[in-house]
């Protein structure tokens, strides 16, 4: 039983040690506890690059990529609102305010990666009120009740998944024979 830990013991010490410093530092890997905090001397290009937060990580490329999701969001303003997803969209309603809340919690804050989720969310929200308008217009029902309608409706499929698993895959699978 001790041989498991000798061994990682020796990664330990290994990874602490100048050899492993001086390995990651040929190949040009900064470690986090080498990362340079912007200093009020520095511009504002050099305070960005150099920034936690900046274009040399992934928390300044993520929402860059994102930017995409939010943009298709926008460009379905365009549709008629009996061709947009109700699901779909609020998918987009709570993977925005999600990640919002989680942007805050995680180090180092990202705040641009926020305001990119919360316009998410905001999208979302505008296309699912849409679609509740339009189908309470068919309906002549208050988007109020259009609402319950609809929660009732995917509350009793959810109920169905629990309930018989076998049978609400048909229905998934087979929608006609159902």
Not at 47 to 66: C, D, E, Q, Y
Request: charged share 20%; proline share 5%; hydrophobic share 45%.
């Amino acid at each position: 039983m001790s041989a498991p830990r000798a061994g990682l013991r020796f990664l330990h010490t290994f990874r602490q040690s100048a050899i492993h410093r001086s390995f990651l530092q040929r190949r040009g890997v900064q470690t986090a506890a080498e990362t340079t905090i912007p200093t009020a001397e520095q511009g504002a290009v050099a305070r960005l690059w150099n920034s936690p937060v900046g274009p040399k990580t992934v928390h300044f490329w993520a929402p860059i990529m994102k930017w995409g999701v939010v943009l298709a969001g926008i460009s379905d303003f365009a549709r008629p609102a009996s061709s947009l997803s109700l699901t779909q969209n609020a998918a987009l309603i709570c993977t925005g305010a999600i990640w919002t809340r989680w942007c805050f919690v995680i180090k180092p804050r990202n705040i641009f990666l926020a305001s990119v989720n919360f316009l998410l969310f905001c999208v979302g929200a505008t296309q699912v009120g849409r679609v509740l308008s339009y189908q309470a217009s068919l309906n002549g029902d208050t988007v109020g009740d259009e609402l319950k309608k609809e929660t009732k409706k995917l509350g009793d499929i959810a109920e169905g998944m629990v309930k018989d698993p076998k049978h609400a895959l048909e229905k998934i699978e087979n929608p006609r024979a159902a």
